[in-house]
């Protein structure tokens, strides 16, 4: 009896450190998604130098198409032009990219990356927001768009809407926010409005003596239906 006593308390411990150990884990990961979620919605915003991009193309450029001494110097002119302009306080350029899909989910991020530009931003800079989509939900593109209108509305910048392939429909809304559009060549940019179309079996269920009540809480709760009569006033709107 001693003995079972002791195997069963020490079959008891090692359950009870187990399950500890099994709580401890599932605590820690419980801890680590919060933190995760917590920084997802939060966002981060990544600031990269588009003038240092350019710079180091063309050094990997000189580098190879100059002989050892002439590249020598161009690297010392170089350093010496940066110097220069370091003190020139000049005006600058914020570029931001929008790739819209039919919800305009991109919106969320666009909100953060402006808050932070307007932080910073001086009379006289400029926002260059490239601009991709082919539209979709009115709600979502009117929210992306008041985004863009935050820029438009601040006193001494300038808004610049780049289109290199589509800004249609929610696309065309949030472009007509810019001072100026840029646009390439054949660039799809515009509207052709709202397409709708619906089945009307109104006068099938006349035929067959069916009624159908249609109710609504307001006048223009139900413009357009499948089983009632449609009516011209509901059709314009």
């Not at 990961?29 to 981060?44: C, I, L, M, Y």
């Not at 530009?117 to 989509?133: H, M, P, Q, T």
């Not at 413009?223 to 009569?229: A, E, K, P, R, S």
């Amino acid at each position: 009896m001693t003995e079972f006593l002791l195997e069963y308390g020490l079959f008891l411990t090692k359950s009870v450190t187990v399950l500890v150990i099994l709580l401890v884990l599932l605590s820690a990961a419980a801890a680590v998604a919060s933190r995760q979620r917590r920084s997802a919605d939060q966002g981060r915003i990544e600031v990269r130098s588009v003038n240092d991009r350019i710079d180091d193309m063309r050094d990997a450029l000189n580098r190879h198409v100059l002989d050892p001494k002439r590249y020598r110097k161009a690297v010392k002119a170089e350093v010496r032009a940066r110097k220069k302009e370091a003190t020139v306080d000049r005006r600058r350029m914020w570029v931001i990219h929008f790739d819209g899909d039919l919800q305009a989910n991109a919106v969320a991020g666009l909100r953060q990356e402006i808050t932070a530009i307007l932080s910073l931003a001086r009379e006289g800079d400029e926002v260059l927001a490239c601009v991709e989509s082919p539209g979709g939900m009115v709600h979502g593109y009117g929210l992306a768009a008041s985004q863009l209108h935050r820029i438009r509305s601040r006193e001494g910048l300038t808004l610049t809407v780049a289109v290199d392939k589509v800004a249609a429909s929610g696309g065309y809304l949030m472009a007509c926010l810019g001072h100026r559009i840029l646009a390439a060549p054949f660039a799809v940019v515009g509207s052709i409005g709202v397409v709708a179309q619906i089945p009307n079996v109104h006068r099938l269920l006349k035929r067959n003596d069916i009624d159908v009540e249609v109710l609504t809480a307001g006048e223009y709760k139900r413009t357009l239906t499948v089983f009632g009569q449609n009516t011209e006033e509901g059709r314009a709107k």
